[in-house]
T-cell receptor, first 114, second 115 residues
Framework: AQSVSQHNHHVILSEAASLELGCNYS??????LFWYVQYPGQHLQLLLK??????LVKGIKGFEAEFIKSKFSFNLRKPSVQWSDTAEYFC????????????FGPGTRLSVLP | DTGVSQNPRHKITKRGQNVTFRCDPI?????LYWYRQTLGQGPEFLTY????????KSRLLSDRFSAERPKGSFSTLEIQRTEQGDSAMYLC?????????????FGSGTRLTVV
């Protein structure tokens, strides 16, 4: 069975600090990888996704993530966070071409201090 | 069509009562998914439909839970004899393609509180 772990439960940063949120998954086959963001009171929104090709993926709002297959990792990064990035971030995996549902990690709450 | 719509936004019910939630997907989407999210956790998959056919159910979907999508458009999720452990956010999502993850849109959820 697939599982996803996220390294930090709550991260607190000051504006302009750099961000890296860890994500590791366990699954032996081909996976698709995703990061979702949930702003307070809003629905889950896709930040970025990886299916194949360049392991460095760029998403919206200046976020990027790197897939390292040997480490089963898909860490999310942003060079300079803003107060508006305060949200909950979820890493998710989906099994190959035919997996219909996501397995989500427990989430990391990011608080950015102005 | 602005997205996936879920109603109600919040439901408070007494233990033992039945509740029903509704999800209206994006109109051209033929796939519809239900997830449950408890506090401090990521969403967990419950079930999904392709058109009106329910194709997969998670072991989390106990006998007290039933989901329908009678005409392949909106879907309902019913919980019978609610328990306090059912308190959670129930999320609906829809998509069009068979390529998982593409065009997958979530609704804002229905928050259930069982007292």
């Amino acid at each position: 069975a697939q599982s996803v772990s996220q390294h930090n439960h709550h991260v607190i940063l000051s504006e302009a600090a750099s961000l890296e949120l860890g994500c590791n998954y366990s699954y032996g086959g081909t996976v698709n990888l995703f990061w979702y963001v949930q702003y307070p009171g809003q629905h889950l929104q896709l930040l970025l996704k990886y299916f194949s090709g360049d392991p460095l993926v760029k998403g919206i709002k200046g976020f990027e993530a790197e897939f390292i297959k040997s480490k089963f990792s898909f860490n999310l990064r942003k060079p300079s966070v803003q107060w508006s990035d305060t949200a909950e971030y979820f890493c998710a995996v989906n099994a190959g071409d035919y997996g219909q549902n996501f397995v989500f990690g427990p989430g990391t709450r990011l608080s950015v201090l102005p | 069509d602005t997205g996936v719509s879920q109603n109600p936004r919040h439901k408070i019910t007494k233990r033992g009562q039945n509740v029903t939630f509704r999800c209206d997907p994006i109109s051209e989407h033929n796939r519809l998914y239900w997830y449950r999210q408890t506090l401090g956790q990521g969403p967990e998959f419950l079930t999904y439909f392709q058109n009106e056919a329910q194709l997969e159910k998670s072991r989390l979907l106990s006998d007290r839970f039933s989901a329908e999508r009678p005409k392949g458009s909106f879907s309902t999720l019913e919980i019978q004899r609610t328990e306090q452990g059912d308190s959670a956010m129930y999320l609906c999502a829809s998509s069009l393609t068979s390529r998982a993850g593409i065009g997958y849109t979530f609704g804002s959820g229905t928050r259930l509180t069982v007292v």
